[in-house]
């Protein structure tokens, strides 16, 4: 899932939110994202900006979205017009940061897949569960399994 940050500057309106929503609609239709957005710089907003954001969220329901830097009035029109229901919202950038990368999105698989990669030291048939760091029962040879499934004779330090 990639990630994206809008830092939300001036006036939030209709033309605004048209905007926000031509230039990310392909992006976001293609792959999921998680997205930021920052309001510390937005002076003003209107309904029709605050739905336009709402709607984006409605119609890609395999990204994740949080705000963060709210204004008290903003909160409060936020939270009228029902936009937190799809975008929470958070004081601090790093708050809504860490909400971002521990929520799934309704897209995401939550169950691991079993596959099988062979050791490279002994071509011994191994039971794996994506990329990580494994060990050989066998030989007990320590290796790297990369997302596509090739295996590398070292370990990953992180």
Known sequence: MKELI????????SILGSTFREKTDDVLHNIPHR??????????????????????????ATSIYAACSLSEAL?????????????????TREEAKAYLLSAKSDGQQTQVVESTAACPACLQILR??????????????????????RTASYEKLF
Do not use: M
């Open 6 to 13: 809008v830092n939300l500057q001036g006036k939030l309106d």
């Open 128 to 149: 794996v569960r994506g990329k990580g760091n494994y060990r050989c029962p066998a030989c007990s040879h320590t290796f790297y399994l990369t997302a596509d499934y």
């Open 75 to 91: 909160t409060k029109d936020w939270d009228r017009l029902g936009v937190s229901s799809t975008i929470p919202y958070f004081t």
């Open 35 to 60: 997205i930021l957005l920052d309001a510390r710089e937005l002076q003003d907003w209107d309904e029709a900006g605050l739905t336009s954001l709402k709607n984006s969220s409605l119609s890609h």
